[in-house]
């Protein structure tokens, strides 16, 4: 059984950034892709980036593109997303998640069989 542990989130002013990561344990990923999704209140939970573990391709909502970055540390089990330019519209709950991957879908949901329990990102105007 995989696990996925988010943290790095907190407050940021407009403009800023912050670094999020995802440590990942219980199987090995090489055959996986990693994903960041988020979730803002009364909203529906939308993709914002993915990587595939074994190649290093990556993969963004156009939302963020030019903003944000995902990458990962083999030999630290970890997926990291760091935000810059950050927008008040950024402010969601963020989600780590994790799938097999399968050569599609990775911006969505349905992909993915792990997730995290979620870290808070608060960007203030």
């Known amino acids: 059984q995989a696990q996925l542990v988010e943290s790095g989130g907190g407050l940021a002013q407009a403009g800023g950034s912050l670094r999020l990561s995802c440590a990942a344990s219980?199987?090995?990923?090489?055959?996986?892709?990693m994903g960041w999704f988020r979730q803002a209140p009364g909203k529906e939970r939308e993709s914002v980036a993915a990587?595939?573990?074994?190649?290093?391709?990556?993969y963004y909502a156009d939302s963020v593109k030019g903003r944000f970055s995902i990458s990962r540390d083999t030999a630290k089990n970890t997926v990291y997303l760091q935000m810059n330019s950050l927008k008040p519209e950024d402010t969601a709950i963020y989600y780590c998640?994790?799938?097999?991957?399968?050569?599609?879908?990775?911006?969505?949901?349905?992909?993915?069989?792990?997730w995290g329990q979620g870290t808070q990102v608060t960007v203030s105007s």
């Open positions: 998640a994790a799938g097999r991957y399968n050569g599609w879908g990775v911006m969505t949901p349905s992909a993915y069989t792990y």
């Open positions: 219980g199987r090995t990923f090489s055959t996986y892709a």
């Open positions: 990587i595939i573990w074994g190649g290093g391709s990556t």
